[in-house]
Each structure stands twice: as C-alpha cells, then as structure tokens.
Nanobody, 124 residues
Framework: VQLQASGGGLVQAGGSLRLSCVAS????????MAWFRQAPGKEREFVGA????????YYADSVKGRFTISRDNAKNTAYLQMNSLRPEDTAVYYC??????????????????WGQGTLVTVSS
C-alpha cells in the first residue's frame, strides 16, 4: 500500500488542523494506522495510532486530549484532528501503516509503509 499525507500548514497557537492520509489500496482496513512526527533537530516520535476498524486508539501523553485519530475505511483514509495546537507541536507529521492483527505498538520500526510527511507549523 502507498500512503499520501496532506493537510499541513501554518496555524496560530490554539488553532486546529486536520491531517489526512489516503491509502492506495482497498485493503486499507487490514492496517493499523499511526501518526508520527519529527520536529527540527529531534528524533521522530509517536503521536497516536488506531486499530484496523477504529475500535482502539492510543496516544502519546503529549497530545492526549488534544489530538484525535479517526479513519474512514470506505474512503481508505485516516485522519489526525489536532486541536489546541502549541508551538511545540511544530513538526513534519507522517502517517504509517502496520498490516494485520499485530499487537498495539508505539515503535516506528513496527510500522511500514510510510507516507511522505506533511509540515505543521504552529506560531506563538
């Protein structure tokens, strides 16, 4: 499967953005979908993930309560709704997939393929 992320941009602190990740295959519903991010000068970090049918979602503590992952399997699309954005949320955001009924993971090496990344910049 190939993933295409979009929706990044410039937003003021306290604002919202919604990122999208479109998959190329109808087998999208067989993949756990995750979002990671990489801030300038930092390592890539886990943001959140959602199980294949959307029944289970889990998040990094830094975004819990502000970010929400959802998916529309009919549209082969995953979303990351980001509210109450902070300057420290500035990063390139990546979507990633993990095929099959694997245990929940926050580890980037457990995921692949990856989307190309979309830049989110939050101004103070």
């Amino acid at each position: 499967v190939q993933l295409q992320a979009s929706g990044g941009g410039l937003v003021q602190a306290g604002g919202s953005l919604r990122l999208s990740c479109v998959a190329s295959e109808r087998t999208f519903e067989t993949y756990t979908m995750a979002w990671f991010r990489q801030a300038p000068g930092k390592e890539r970090e886990f943001v959140g993930a959602q199980s294949r049918r959307g029944g289970i979602s889990y998040y990094a503590d830094s975004v819990k309560g502000r970010f929400t992952i959802s998916r529309d399997n009919a549209k082969n699309t995953a979303y990351l709704q980001m509210n109450s954005l902070r300057p420290e949320d500035t990063a390139v955001y990546y979507c990633a997939a993990r095929h099959g009924n694997a245990p929940l993971s926050r580890t980037e090496t457990d995921f692949g393929p990856w989307g190309q990344g979309t830049l989110v910049t939050v101004s103070s």
